[in-house]
């Protein structure tokens, strides 16, 4: 068989135009005047369009939801209620919070995990379970006991310290919508918090961010999570004192250089 044929760049490329091939970003746009092309315009209309709409949907959780699933709710009563009061979405609604008392159980667990929309709910429609098909069976492997998984409707991050309170678990993993850009209307976090209570502070947080096709790979981030996970059990924190080596532990078991 042939080597295949590299097809050569026009000539008349310039750098910033070679560069348009590596990245997201809006860059070499180029210009009609002192406007964007036409085309231009109406891809950045197209993108804005569907950061909006990540924003405003509301999450269909019906394909994750099994006979081992929770469906809990924030304070915040509507979306819009939701984007204009971010306090709402941290606390859990009077029902919710009795649902969770009912159904705590002795031992407690060792680990949390909810799944919420957040600001795109089609992060976590789309992102989610290619998470939680390395995460979940990578917390039992480490020999963990998970509570049953909680899917949160207009959930902020803190919404989970509360959640993992009231169950008594020792960690909580929070799977969220991100605030969508331009680029990026389905990214997913992961908030990794250990002794999580309400009112924990953020700094007391780790977080995996960008998860999505173009950007870090479910699995990737599932191996992260379950690294961050054993060492915050282990040393007994989270946040800024526990710094992330997951990659150069992946290294290292694969016999390569760090």
Known sequence: MSDPVEVPEPADLTPWERLKAYTDARIALGRVGTSLPTAELLRFSQAHALARDAVLAGTDFSSLSTADTLHVRSLAGSRS???????????????????????RVTPSPDVLLMLSDGLSAAAAER????????????LHALGLTVAPLLLAAQARVALADEAAGLLGARLAIHLI???????????????????????????????????????????????RLLYLTAEALRRGLSGVGLKDASEGAERRLAGEPE
Do not use: F, K
């Open 81 to 103: 209620e939701y984007l204009r009061r971010p306090d709402l979405g941290r606390r859990l609604h009077p029902e919710s919070v009795a649902l969770l008392r009912a159904v």
């Open 127 to 138: 992102q989610a379970a290619g998470v939680l098909n390395v995460l979940q069976p990578g």
């Open 177 to 223: 919508g991100e605030r969508p850009g331009l680029s990026s209307p389905d990214s997913l976090g992961a908030y990794l918090t250990y002794a999580p209570r309400a009112g924990t502070p953020d700094a007391e947080r780790n977080c995996v961010s960008n998860i999505r096709p173009a950007g870090l790979d479910a699995g990737v981030a599932a191996r």
